[in-house]
């Protein structure tokens, strides 16, 4: 029997980096190419096209004030009698307006120098309520 020789197989405790680019390079195509992006949820109101105006009679107009306090105020129609509302009380005061006058048009008009929030947490409750025709207005001094 032959003996062979006292050879010992050399193991390297270096890690290979000459292909860790390659690696890193196709890591990032990979995530990249599996990440889904959320889309953005914003208003979804159809605007009419500029120049458009229709007459409405005042007594198919639900006014929603929205004051620099951050209050909601409501006036029906040709009424000139005035409702202070939290926004979340509007779902169902729109729905039990729009039940008695299904011509109902919800105008909201809001002072510059309101919340910002509120306005949208107004457009959020109509929304909610299923209102469809909304009139947005800047309130004029």
């Known amino acids: 029997m032959a003996v062979l020789g006292n050879k010992k197989s050399k193991i390297s405790d270096e890690i290979p980096s000459s292909s860790m680019a390659d690696i890193a390079f196709l890591l990032l195509i990979f995530f990249l190419v599996t990440t889904t992006f959320p889309k953005d949820k914003g208003l979804q109101l159809v605007l009419p096209q500029q120049g458009e105006t229709q007459e409405v009679s005042l007594k198919n107009v639900l006014h929603i004030i929205v004051q620099p306090g951050g209050q909601v105020v409501i ?3 040709e009424s000139q009698q005035e409702q202070n509302v939290r926004a979340d009380a ?3 005061i ?3 307006d729009v039940e008695a006058n299904p011509n109902l048009i919800a105008s909201v008009n809001t002072h510059p120098d309101a919340p910002y929030r509120m306005m949208i947490d107004v457009l ?3 929304q909610a309520a299923g209102a469809d025709r909304i009139s947005l207005n800047l309130l004029e001094e």
């Open 75 to 77: 006036k029906r129609g």
């Open 90 to 92: 509007l779902k169902s």
């Open 94 to 96: 729109w729905r039990q």
């Open 124 to 126: 959020d409750a109509l």
